[in-house]
């Protein structure tokens, strides 16, 4: 079936740096990427998506890059803080609004 | 508008039991989405419903099954409980329509554990 990979599993900042995830799909057909960040005990929130017309769009800190020719996808995270803390969750969507995760983040900003 | 609501909240149930958790999605989407989270495994889509009809499911054995109503509300089955079947279920809901660009919200969840 169709997957994402994500990396890394576990990532570690100090305050103030930049985090980087990346993931790498395998459905050519897909056309929504959405990111996921889920608190402990917590729902996973949408953060941020980007649609297949763009390849990159940014909301604040936040901002996601798109490269539909080598089926990639990353999220990047400036002037982390300490609430950036949490698992963060990459996916794109199949027919019918299925959406295949990737394995998830452990993002660690340390103060 | 009001969130994603899931009941019950946590469950606890013996192997071999059956269970419902129920899903009441945001006021006007009429797409429901199933999804089993676990350490091991991650997220996991279990299928969607679309106005009453099921129209996509993941690999999971016959034991899980679901349905939706007229009002958008849904619930998933799990009978004849297994210990792996102990998971986060989280349900989503969206607008629906069978586009691409779907921006789903996700529920609190129930956590269930299989004794």
């Known amino acids: 079936g169709e997957n994402v990979e994500q990396h890394p599993s576990t990532l570690s900042v100090q305050e103030g740096d930049s985090a980087v995830i990346k993931c790498t799909y395998s459905d050519s057909a897909s056309n929504y990427f959405p990111w996921y960040k889920q608190e402990l005990g917590k729902r996973p929130q949408l953060i941020i998506d980007?649609?297949?017309?763009?390849g990159e769009k940014k909301d604040q800190r936040i901002a996601v890059t798109l490269n539909k020719t080598a089926k990639h996808f990353s999220l990047h995270i400036t002037e982390t803080q300490p609430e950036d803390s949490a698992v963060y969750f990459c996916?794109?969507?199949?027919?019918?609004?299925?959406?295949?995760f990737g394995a998830g983040t452990i993002l660690r900003v340390k103060s | 508008k009001a969130g994603v609501t899931q009941t019950p909240r946590y469950l606890i149930k013996t192997r071999g039991q059956q269970v419902t958790l129920s899903c009441s999605p945001i006021s006007g989407h009429r797409s429901v989405s199933w999804y089993q989270q676990t350490p091991g495994q991650g997220l996991q889509f279990l299928f969607e419903?679309?106005?009453?009809?099921?129209?996509n499911k993941g690999n999971f054995p016959g034991r899980f099954s679901g349905r939706q109503f007229s009002n958008s509300r849904s619930e998933m089955n799990v009978s004849t409980l297994e210990l792996g079947d102990s998971a986060l279920y989280l349900c989503?809901?969206?607008?629906?329509?069978?586009?691409?660009?779907?921006?789903?919200?996700f529920g609190p969840g129930t956590r269930l554990t299989v004794l």
């Open positions: 996916a794109f969507m199949e027919y019918g609004n299925k959406l295949v």
């Open positions: 989503a809901s969206t607008t629906g329509g069978t586009g691409y660009h779907n921006e789903q919200f």
């Open positions: 419903y679309f106005s009453e009809t099921q129209r």
């Open positions: 980007i649609r297949s017309n763009v």
